[in-house]
């Protein structure tokens, strides 16, 4: 994987991040939240987990909070649109993909434990919206150019509107999926996907049909009929 500035700090002069020690203190930063949970992790031990100088980790990151933010979203960057040949089956490949995700130990307990701390903390708020949420939504926006391509949905006539679409889809989309494995505790298994895709296109395709011939916008949900 790519390395990246975790803190998003110019890059300093002199000695070259080295990507491995990286991949090893986010992935002790994941096995310490499992193990100790968010109270109990400190960076001291994260840097004795990944084998690597304490200096080495506070240079990276200064503190716990964009510390295990980053290590919860680099597991949420392993998310890819799968191309399954219509909007619908699109869509339940990535809602299973993220429920598989979220049935991780490691992704489980680092997201319930940094949204809980946002809920007192502004910048890791901040920190976790434009790093895993505004990152992620990236698989809306590439799935709703695919579907105009194909014609499963019309081209976009307003910027800002387009926008507030892929707010919206994606907070159903994240919310439906988390609420399902973390708060519910039920699977999202193949079943439950194709239900909930078949609830998001009526609502897409209600939204997109507005500005089209006719009104219906039949087109969005003709990849759910199979």
């Known amino acids: ?17 080295s990507a491995a020690a990286d991949a090893a203190i986010l ?14 992790l400190t ?3 994260v840097a004795a987990r990944a084998g690597v100088a304490k200096t080495t980790l506070y240079r990276r990151w200064p503190g716990k909070n964009e510390l295990v933010v980053d290590a919860v979203a680099e597991l949420f960057d392993e998310l890819e649109l799968p191309d399954r040949g219509s909007l619908a089956a699109d869509i339940e490949g990535v809602v299973l993909q993220f429920a598989a995700i979220l ?27 434009a790093l895993i949420v505004d990152r992620q939504k990236r698989l809306v926006r590439e799935g709703r150019t695919r579907a105009q ?14 926008a507030r679409a892929v707010d919206l889809i994606y907070d159903m989309v994240a919310g439906a999926v988390v609420h399902r494995t973390l708060v519910s505790a039920e699977p999202a298994d193949e079943d439950w996907a194709r239900g909930f895709t078949r609830v998001l296109l009526r609502g897409l395709s209600d939204t997109a049909g507005r500005g089209a011939a006719g009104g219906h916008g039949d087109t969005a949900g003709r990849g759910d009929r199979r």
């Open 1 to 17: 994987m790519q390395s990246r500035s975790p803190t998003g700090r110019a890059g300093r002069a002199g000695r070259p991040r």
């Open 149 to 162: 391509r194909r014609g499963e949905l019309p081209a976009e006539r307003d910027a800002r509107q387009a």
């Open 43 to 45: 960076l001291q031990d």
């Open 27 to 40: 992935a002790a930063t994941r096995a310490a939240l499992v193990e100790l949970g968010w109270s109990k």
């Open 103 to 129: 049935d991780r130990p490691e992704a489980r307990s680092g997201l319930m434990a940094v949204v809980a701390e946002a809920t007192r903390d502004d910048a890791l708020r901040a920190r976790i919206r």
